[in-house]
């Protein structure tokens, strides 16, 4: 015998349901929204939270009961994962646009004791900053500046990949290398340059 169910599937509009059925047919979709889109449809058909459960490949019903209850209140939100865990996300956008700001910032000989950036050097003004980062680690220094695109040059710069300044009779100007993400992406994501 099923227990009564305390939060029931609310009536699914006829876009919710098109959405959720593209999304369970997919091949290319993460296979947990795929999994929760099949068990919200399953649901919708009125099978029992264990049987949707079961067509998702999934055993609990108790999962099914939350995700249902999400639904409810998030609509096709729910079916993006939540952080699933472990520490949460130190550095958001507003600290990652901090350490680029700093970056495009021209070092100071006499503040920053040299005349370009080094990852520790950016470390050192971040924390000393009034409104800078005062417990960041070259490490995530590192992963931001290259998640923008820039990376170390032998000038002992970080530059943005495949845009360099060249010095023209008619003055300073970028040059832009045109097969520069394909440097930057070949053999899995390392850097060839």
């Not at 590192?142 to 923008?148: G, N, S, T």
Request: aromatic share 4%; with cysteine; glycine share 8%.
């Amino acid at each position: 015998m099923s227990r009564r169910r305390k939060d029931p599937l609310r009536v699914m509009t006829v876009e919710e349901q098109e959405v959720l059925g593209q999304i369970a047919r997919a091949q290319s979709e993460p296979a947990s929204q795929v999994a929760r889109a099949k068990i919200l449809l399953a649901v919708a058909e009125g099978q029992t939270y264990q049987a949707a459960a079961a067509t998702a490949g999934r055993k609990s019903n108790d999962a099914v009961s939350q995700l249902v209850s999400r639904f409810n209140q998030e609509g096709l939100a729910a079916l993006v994962p939540r952080h699933g865990g472990g520490p949460g996300v130190k550095y958001d956008l507003a600290e990652r646009e901090r350490i680029l700001a700093e970056v495009r910032r021209q070092p100071d000989r006499a503040q920053d004791g040299a005349a370009t950036w080094s990852v520790s050097l950016l470390q050192k003004a971040l924390r000393r900053a009034p409104d800078g980062l005062p417990t960041v680690s070259t490490y995530t220094i590192w992963c931001v500046l290259r998640e923008a695109g820039l990376s170390w040059q032998e000038s002992r710069s970080w530059c943005e990949t495949g845009k360099v300044k060249r010095q023209r009779k008619g003055g300073v100007v970028e040059v832009t290398d045109p097969d520069a993400e394909a440097k930057k992406t070949d053999r899995e994501g390392v850097y060839n340059g």
